[in-house]
């Protein structure tokens, strides 16, 4: 990118590009803090990986996200475009260990209790009972 090398940033952002699954899941595990400052997002399993991995997540109050991540509970939300808001967040978390940790330890704890498979296939039959009931 050519920010990256304008402002000689090579040595401390890495773009991974596509990776394989076995590359992302140390990348997953190696992070403190993962970031999403999407303009557009549907659900966003990526967000559900992160929680997969107890990180505290950074990302954009937009669509189905803050179903997902609860502001101040699991992760911090700032507006789509607000550089301001995002450095804000950032700098809450790497200046605030603990708070860090009790996010990254929220996200899981949610992941665990509401999107397993099971309760998600629960949850989906549920709905095709709902429906066949009404026919």
Known sequence: CNIVK??????SIIFHGRTDDATLEHLYQQADIFVLPSYKE????VLLEAMHYGLPIVTTNISA????VRDGETGLLVSPGSSRELAT?????IDHPGIRKDLGQASRKQLLQN????KTAAKFADIVNEFAVEV
């Open 89 to 93: 967040a950032l700098a809450t978390l």
């Open 42 to 45: 549907g659900f966003g399993i």
């Open 65 to 68: 996200i803050p179903e997902l």
């Open 6 to 11: 304008r402002e000689k940033l090579g040595e």
């Open 115 to 118: 999107y397993s498979w099971e």
